[in-house]
T-cell receptor, first 116, second 110 residues
Framework: DTGVSQDPRHKITKRGQNVTFRCDPI?????LYWYRQTLGQGPEFLTY????????KSRLLSDRFSAERPKGSFSTLEIQRTEQGDSAMYLC??????????????FGPGTRLLVL | GQNIDQPTEMTATEGAIVQINCTYQ??????LFWYQQHAGEAPTFLSY????GLEEKGRFSSFLSRSKGYSYLLLKELQMKDSASYLC???????????FGTGTRLQVFP
């Protein structure tokens, strides 16, 4: 257990429905990241936050995806009008976030999404 | 462009030593990480290199050559529980994201 928690751990939904995932980072960590991983691939970066500010979004993050970190603590990732191609493991990671320091990112257990 | 290459699969015998290679080409470089990932679980941190040379941590060691864009993860005294995927990831200089390879699936046999 790294101290990063995600909820739910599994989600099955029908195409077209909206889903929301939550991530709680390690408490003193300022940076929070979202990645997506499909079978047989490494994680792909989606977006990251420094405190409450969203600093970068990948081109993978279409308009149907939105992420928030309103108080600089937990974060939510929402997918609207889900498609079968959204089926993947969604991973959250956090790091201390000190400027200029390459720090370790610690991953949560992930949310496995299946879109039928 | 960004490109991280590592072998897809490797096999080894319990008690042996295995070396997993990773080559990378990225637009910037600010450290290389190795993570272990068991099936259906999240990646767990193994090692980090930002300067050339060898970092040793118990049974695991990681090496980096920045001029060659090359790293390896060395696992000694293999145990059955080491069967997992090993992910090589590069942190880019001007962003904070990790760029992952596809992972190397290691199977350890008795």
């Amino acid at each position: 257990d790294t101290g990063v928690s995600q909820d739910p751990r599994h989600k099955i939904t029908k195409r077209g429905q909206n889903v929301t995932f939550r991530c709680d980072p390690i408490s003193e960590h300022n940076r929070l990241y979202w990645y997506r991983q499909t079978l047989g691939q490494g994680p792909e970066f989606l977006t990251y936050f420094q405190n409450e500010a969203q600093l970068e979004k990948s081109r993978l993050l279409s308009d149907r995806f939105s992420a928030e970190r309103p108080k600089g603590s937990f974060s939510t990732l929402e997918i609207q009008r889900t498609e079968q191609g959204d089926s993947a493991m969604y991973l959250c990671a956090s790091s201390l976030g000190r400027t200029g320091v390459s720090e370790t990112q610690y991953f949560g257990p992930g949310t496995r999404l299946l879109v039928l | 462009g960004q490109n991280i290459d590592q072998p897809t699969e490797m096999t080894a015998t319990e008690g042996a030593i295995v070396q997993i290679n990773c080559t990378y080409q990225t637009s910037g470089f600010n450290g290389l990480f190795w993570y272990q990932q068991h099936a259906g679980e999240a990646p767990t941190f193994l090692s980090y290199n930002v300067l050339d040379g060898l970092e040793e941590k118990g049974r695991f060691s990681s090496f980096l050559s920045r001029s060659k864009g090359y790293s390896y993860l060395l696992l000694k005294e293999l145990q059955m529980k080491d069967s997992a995927s090993y992910l090589c990831a590069v942190r880019e200089w001007d962003t904070d994201k990790l760029i992952f390879g596809t992972g190397t699936r290691l199977q350890v046999f008795p």
